[in-house]
């Protein structure tokens, strides 16, 4: 980003709240501050931004203070010099045998006290840490070409730092290697303007440095879905020309960078993306072929398989209905332009990319896409657990169409839990990523839900679910406030994975029971995506969806629409 | 030289947006009170980029009107 079209997207005013964030270093943030506003801006275009930068030259002294402050999150911004002055280029102490001894000392104790900081303040907000990106000053005897015991020392300090933060809930350490590639070291000083005016980086860093801090501290949310060819795509050759035996994915097939597609896609499988197969093939060889025992990823991962000779849109449209999620959440991996564009013609929200099988190279910036697109901060049970319950999902629909509603769901052996969701980061996750079973579409930064938790009477139920069929996890969040002896909801979602269950009868069940009052206000609000809600609404409020705003259900109308519930309800929480 | 008003006009939209552009061809870092060391090399980096140039601040330290402004980028 040039500095000029910073500057014009700092001075845009939206009509939309202001989303605060603390930016702190030990120099004049200057550019900094304007790149670092700008790119939050852009990932914020509804909101306005306010930067927070503390006193120049108290580095320690705002972080401490930053945790008392109202805001959605940090960057801290380290340089060598903020860990001892005689590291930056801007002091005259020497840099002699027995001061080089003493910097190490120094930096090691600074390090202590900024850790403890730094934890303190990441137990109340999000923060991006950024290491070190200017190089150390030429203190050493040595030439430059060899490291040096210092140097050496300090890099160990620094990595041990790093690595103690990077296992704190809220702490996000800013990549260098990726830094590294979109603003390479030796570009990165602008000794001139550091002299002169105490500002370290030149435009361009600035900007680089900026953009990772904004992605690091708030990053997109994550696709949920891969939909993957096969044919020169998971592995290299056409199965139904070369047979099972004639396909590859390794160094003596010349096809290894396939394998490593195949094992990018079993990682992320992993860690909970789901994975699915649209091919042109025969079924039965597909089924042969995945059943090849050097496969780098297990069949087992990948649901559904679409192979068959209809139209690829055709196998797409049947995934996202057996994953129920959107287009939008879904990649589509293929090395055909043309398949590529018959899908994004028919779902235009899926993101397309092309499998680029000639080239090793374009194959290897793919996969750093993928995991670009895919990359999530933790894992979590339920994550693990998504493609089970799909499967699950999808045997219980099998299985329903055979025999009344009502009667199947009594013999599934149902298990409902509500227990409290305060301090569960899943709560979180599931709020601000959940379409279509959401009471109003809010989204909340984590300071705003810390804060939601705060108000006097609030109260966040997590629900947990598990059948013959297996466990759902965590798959509902109901929450709001008690308002002397109204019960108010502001919070209600769940997954998809849970629907057709009559989870929401008994959640609303378990709240009137548990509140003992007589009627639930609900802040609603229909979206574009809330179809599900808004229906179930509908069956509450004699038939018809309420309009946006404050709805009130009455315990005595509820109890009559709601259906007799075969669910075991567990009860582990206390108001 | 209406090249070095029209683009020296652009950068003081972007650095002072507040200010009224009929204001632009007076202000000085004398009679603008947000126009503080900190602006000047925010001025002087967007001025940098749309001009083309290397600004040697330094060479621009006094020049801290848009009149002073003015006239050192006709004379480079």
């Known amino acids: ?575 | 030289m209406e090249n070095v008003k029209e683009k020296l006009t652009g950068c003081f939209a972007l650095v002072f947006p507040d200010l009224d552009p009929a204001q632009y061809e007076t202000a000085s870092a004398q009679n603008m009170g947000d126009w503080d060391s900190i602006a000047q090399l925010r001025l002087l980096t967007a001025i940098g980029e749309a001009f083309d140039r290397e600004i040697d601040f330094e060479e621009f330290e006094g020049a801290t009107s848009f009149e002073a402004l003015e006239k050192a980028l006709q004379v480079q």
């Open chain 1, 1 to 575: 980003m040039r500095f000029e079209e910073a500057l014009r997207i700092v001075s845009r005013r939206t009509g939309g709240k202001t989303r605060t964030v603390h930016l702190f270093c030990g120099f004049v943030p200057l550019h900094l501050e304007t790149f670092l506003k700008a790119h939050l801006a852009l990932r914020f275009p509804e909101q306005n931004i306010a930067l927070k930068t503390g006193l120049f030259g108290d580095l320690e002294g705002n972080i401490s203070q930053a945790a008392a402050e109202g805001a959605e999150g940090s960057v801290v911004i380290l340089e060598w010099s903020d860990l001892d002055q005689r590291l930056g280029f801007r002091t005259s102490s020497g840099w002699s045998a027995q001061t080089l001894s003493d910097i190490v000392l120094q930096v090691e104790e600074k390090l202590r006290r900024l850790e403890a900081g730094l934890i303190l303040l990441a137990s109340h907000l999000p923060l991006a840490l950024a290491p070190p990106t200017i190089g150390l000053p030429p203190f050493s005897y040595l030439p430059p070409s060899q490291a040096g015991d210092s140097e050496l020392q300090l890099n160990a300090l620094l990595a041990g730092f790093l690595h103690r933060l990077a296992s704190h809930e809220g702490v996000r350490i800013v990549s260098a290697a990726l830094l590294a590639v979109t603003s390479p070291q030796s570009a990165r000083h602008d000794t001139k303007m550091d002299l002169r005016a105490g500002f370290p980086y030149t435009v361009t860093h600035a900007d680089a440095l900026a953009e990772l801090s904004a992605r690091c501290l708030f990053p997109a949310s994550p696709k949920k879905g891969l939909i993957t060819d096969l044919d020169r795509t998971l592995w290299k050759g056409i199965l139904g020309d070369a047979g099972v035996e004639g396909i590859s994915w390794s160094l003596e097939g010349k096809s290894q960078a396939h394998a490593l597609y195949q094992q990018v896609l079993a990682s992320l499988a992993e860690s909970g993306l789901l994975v699915a197969i649209a091919s042109k093939n025969d079924p039965a060889f597909v089924e042969a072929a995945l059943r090849r025992p050097d496969l780098l990823i297990d069949p087992a991962r990948i649901f559904p398989i679409e192979a068959g000779w209809g139209p690829k849109s055709e196998s797409v449209g049947r995934i996202l209905a057996a994953w129920n999620i959107g287009a939008d959440s879904v990649i589509f991996v293929d090395d055909s332009p043309m398949e590529l564009a018959e899908v994004a013609e028919k779902y235009p929200g899926i993101e397309c990319l092309r499998f680029p099988s000639e080239d090793p190279g374009a194959i290897l910036d793919l996969l750093w896409q993928l995991r670009a697109r895919f990359g999530r901060n933790e894992i979590r049970e339920e994550d693990r657990l998504r493609l089970a319950s799909l499967r699950a999902s999808a045997s219980l629909k099998e299985a329903s169409a055979t025999e009344a509603p009502a009667d199947f769901l009594a013999r599934l052996g149902a298990k409902v839990t509500f227990e409290s969701a305060a301090g569960d980061p899943r709560a979180f996750e599931l709020v601000n990523k959940t379409n279509q079973f959401n009471l109003n579409g809010i989204r909340y930064t984590e300071a705003e839900w810390k804060d939601l938790l705060r108000r006097p009477g609030a109260f966040v139920a997590m629900v947990s679910y598990q059948d013959r069929f297996g466990p759902l996890g965590r798959i509902a969040v109901l929450g709001g406030c008690m308002r002397n002896d109204l019960c108010y909801v502001d919070i209600w979602v769940m997954s998809c994975r849970a629907f057709s269950r009559q989870i929401e009868f008994q959640s609303l069940n378990w709240l009137f029971e548990k509140t003992q009052t007589s009627e639930i206000g609900f802040q609603f609000k229909p979206t574009d995506r809330n179809g599900p809600l808004q229906t179930f609404f509908a069956q509450c409020f004699s038939g018809n969806t309420p309009p946006e705003g404050e709805v009130v259900l009455a315990a005595d109308s509820y109890k009559n629409i709601c259906p007799a519930l075969s669910h075991q309800v567990e009860d582990k929480w206390k108001m």
